[in-house]
Structures are given as C-alpha cells and as structure tokens.
C-alpha cells in the first residue's frame, strides 16, 4: 500500500526548493525527513534531493508509506443502512453532511451506524477511504470534512489549528441578547459535578473565543450564527448556557429540552484551504426545515 502524489509546481513556488515546496504544502516534518532519507521524491521523473530547485511546471512526484502515518489504514467497519449526502468532494477529502442523531465516528471495536461506517460502505476502492479531521457532536447536523487518504489528515489538522479552516454554525437559543453582535471568551474545561459536561472557568479550563450574531428573533427565542475561533468540547453549547442563552433541545445545558425535538445547532458553512492546491472553498450545508419554522420553534 502507498499513496503518489503528482503535483505541479504553481507559479507561487517556482525557483524554490523542494524543500520549499513540502513546508509551503505543510507536510510534517518527520514526513519530509522519511522521504528524503528513502529517496521517495522525484522530480520530472528523476529522483532529486529537497535542495533541488524547481520551475513553473515541473512535476514533482512524493511516494508515501504507511510507516509514514500514526493511523495509515482506516479500518471502519462498512454499514450500508444510510447514504451520506456529500457536499464536495475532490481527490484529497469530502465535506458531507452529516445527520443529527448519529456520531461521527466510533468509540469501540465492531462499532457502526456511524458517518465513517457509511462512508466506508459508499466510497469506491479507487475514491480512497474515510479518515477522521475534526468531528461533530451526534446530535449537531451539518457540514464536516473526511479526508479520503492519510497523507491529507496532518494538513488538515495544520489548517484548523493555524485557523485556515474556519467554520460557521447556526443554532435556535433561549432568550433575546441585549446585543446583536459580540463574542464569549469564557474559559473552558470540565464540570467538576458531572463528567458528560464541560463549564466555564473552572480548574483546568483552556482559552475558547466564539463570535456571534442574532439574524432573527421570535418572542421569546432567537436565531444566531456563530463562528469558532477555537475547538473546544461543548464549545457552543457551554458558551451560550452559561450567557444564560442555552441552544434549544440541548440535553446537558438546556433545562427545556425534552419539549424540543432535536438539540437545535446545524454547521451550515465550512471554509477551507484545499491540501496542494491552496485554492480556497466554502462549502454549505442546507439548513434543516425545523431551523425555518420559527413559529413551531416558539412552542419547544
């Protein structure tokens, strides 16, 4: 098993190095060292140093082994009892949209009924397989992003943590704000009384910054986008409950909850930079019909 990558060199990295070329594509660099010590980088097909310069055009190809990768196969069993919608899709990863009510990957050994389990029984062989980025809480719906090969999965973790990846939510909340725009920089880390949640400012609690705006508001209800700058658990849950303003059907922060049919927060956009390609996309999930039906929300 090994992964080839053909890639042409764009104008932004003529006259550069190979070397150049594999920090300007984020490749970690352990990877760069295990393809320049095996010799598994070509240039117009001939085998080359990373000192070598390069031109606009030239095809460089890099040649990746599982010894390269901490997870080089993905092992989620296939489970054909659901189609996942994909929004986008090229060579290197999908954005799909994923259902409320199900988790984004499993927990256990012969776990499915997953999003991988049924990418793994939808993607063809020559697609590639599902490879877990980032994930969405089981009942959040909406955009999310599955690398197809293991070579792409660090470059995306680089993207997010250097925040080039940004991702957009919208989600129905209790209450009305005395502003329509602001941001909530609460610490976050776990609840000290129960271990399924998370709260602000307490011991062990790491920076988190979410923006917000209200686009609609009904009596007593309002409709926010929200936009995270960091990655913490519960992140939106746990800074709106603790703004007294708790997402509606929430089952950990919202004390109505069982009047609401589902926890009410859908990734409606994700922007991204595309691996190799630094062409940048966004990609958006179509809003669930319950989020534009504020009247039957006013009632959960």
Not at 287 to 296: I, K, M, S, T
């Amino acid at each position: 098993m090994h992964w080839t990558f053909n890639l042409i060199i764009p104008a932004n990295l003529a006259h550069q190095t190979v070397r150049d070329c594999l920090r300007a594509w984020l490749i970690p660099k352990r990877i760069q060292g295990q393809l320049r010590q095996n010799r598994r980088i070509w240039l117009n097909g001939t085998t080359a140093s990373v000192a070598s310069s390069v031109n606009l055009g030239d095809q460089l190809r890099l040649d990746f082994v599982p010894s390269d990768f901490r997870t080089p196969v993905s092992s989620y069993l296939p489970d054909t009892s659901r189609v996942v919608d994909i929004l986008f899709q090229n060579h290197d990863l999908l954005v799909v949209n994923k259902p409320a009510g199900i988790k984004s990957h499993p927990n256990q050994p012969g776990e499915v009924g997953t999003l991988l389990n049924f990418l793994a029984a939808m993607l063809p062989e020559k697609m590639g397989a599902p490879y877990m980025v980032h994930r969405l809480d089981q009942m959040t719906s909406g955009a999310m992003i599955v690398a197809l090969n293991p070579v792409v999965v660090p470059i995306l973790d680089r993207l997010i943590s250097e925040k080039q990846i940004h991702r957009t939510y919208l989600a129905w909340v209790r209450g009305h704000f005395d502003s329509p725009t602001g941001h909530f920089t609460a610490p976050i880390g776990r609840d000290q009384t129960d271990k399924r949640k998370r709260w602000v400012n307490t011991p062990d609690a790491q920076p988190a910054l979410t923006d917000y705006q209200v686009l609609q508001t009904t009596a007593h209800q309002s409709l926010v986008q929200l936009e995270l700058h960091t990655g913490r658990t519960h992140q939106l849950r746990v800074h709106l409950a603790a703004s007294q303003h708790p997402i509606i059907g929430d089952p950990l922060y919202d004390a109505q909850a069982a009047n609401a049919p589902r926890l009410l927060l859908h990734a409606i956009k994700i922007h991204l930079v595309l691996p190799f390609e630094g062409r940048q996309v966004s990609v958006v999930a179509p809003r669930p019909a319950v989020f534009d039906q504020p009247d039957e929300i006013e009632t959960f």
